[in-house]
């Protein structure tokens, strides 16, 4: 029987897929923000955000505040979803150049070439992401934040590359 594998786009510092590691699952988390990214130095985590294309981003950190939600705000400038640091600019602490990969080239930099679950919570760039991707590897499951994006038209790519898709609360969840 093949190793689960799991990735983790959009890690944060709170609700990661750690328990799977726990429970026998290898596991890659992306989080561009050294802050977050740090935290989780007992696995393999790339500090870098995953996008359109290759090359560097501009990415907003979103500041701390007395409200824990506030710090998963962070997210790429550029982006077609809701740029919610730009509607709360008091929230940003600062802006960064991040490296940046196409999901299809960090799969291929880890040499992933198949995934039991996906997880993508990118504060409003999860279009960038699945529209620039070449489906070479197919998630058997994927759950994605979808309120800050066109979430019908997420799920009509998804379903188009086979997937039953459905929504629940401010999640999607994309099985093959």
Not at 128 to 138: M, N, Q
Not at 146 to 171: P, S
Request: proline share 2%; with cysteine.
């Amino acid at each position: 029987m093949k190793q689960k594998i799991f990735v983790e786009i959009g890690v944060c510092d709170f609700d990661t897929l750690e328990p799977l590691i726990n429970n026998g699952w290898l596991g890659y988390f992306v989080e561009p923000v050294n802050q977050y990214a740090s935290k989780l130095y007992d696995y393999d985590v790339t500090e870098c955000a995953i996008s359109s294309y290759d090359g560097v981003a501009d990415f907003y950190v979103s500041r701390k505040t007395n409200q824990d939600w506030t710090r998963g705000l962070s997210h790429i400038v550029t982006q077609q979803g809701e740029k919610l640091l730009e509607r709360h600019t008091h929230l940003i602490e600062k802006k960064i150049k991040v490296p940046c990969y196409k999901l299809q080239t960090f799969l291929s930099m880890k040499e992933i070439t198949y995934i039991d679950f996906m997880k993508v919570d990118v504060e409003g760039h999860e279009m960038d992401i699945f529209e620039a991707y070449d489906w070479r590897v197919r998630p058997t499951m994927i759950k994605l934040e979808h309120q800050h994006i066109d979430d019908i038209k997420m799920a009509k790519m998804l379903e188009n590359q086979g997937y039953i898709v459905y929504t629940e609360g401010k999640d999607m969840y994309a099985i093959r």
